[in-house]
């Protein structure tokens, strides 16, 4: 009881440091770190990982979603697997999956 009282105090300790040193924090700042945690989640990373290679994990994880949804999809993966095409739908791979729905076995277009 008495151990867990003694790192129940240590935490709250950390966690006032930390805040006290955050406040100091550009806004920026504070929204990236918060951003990083989130990606790390997603990714399996600890979000302090992240923050220091933030760019190239989240181009990492954009580029494996968008693997996975043109995985996912045979009409988008055989229009896909042009370079060319690929080369110049790639930040429209999202809104290019939900369009090829339109045109499924069910579709009236």
Do not use: C
Not at 35 to 46: E, F, K, T, W, Y
Not at 55 to 70: F, I, P, Y
Not at 76 to 105: E, H, I, Q
């Amino acid at each position: 009881m008495e151990r867990a009282r003694a790192r129940r105090q240590a935490q709250e300790k950390e966690l006032a440091a930390a805040w006290v040193a955050s406040v100091g924090e550009p806004e920026e700042r504070r929204r990236r770190a918060a951003s990083a945690d989130i990606l790390g989640r997603a990714v399996g990373l600890p979000g302090a990982a992240v923050e220091q290679n933030y760019d190239r994990v989240k181009h990492l994880s954009t580029a494996q979603r968008q693997v996975e949804t043109v995985r996912n999809n045979p009409r988008l993966l055989t229009w896909m697997s042009d370079p060319r095409r690929a080369t110049v739908a790639a930040d429209d791979v999202d809104a290019l999956n939900s369009v090829s729905a339109w045109f499924g076995p069910n579709s009236t277009v």
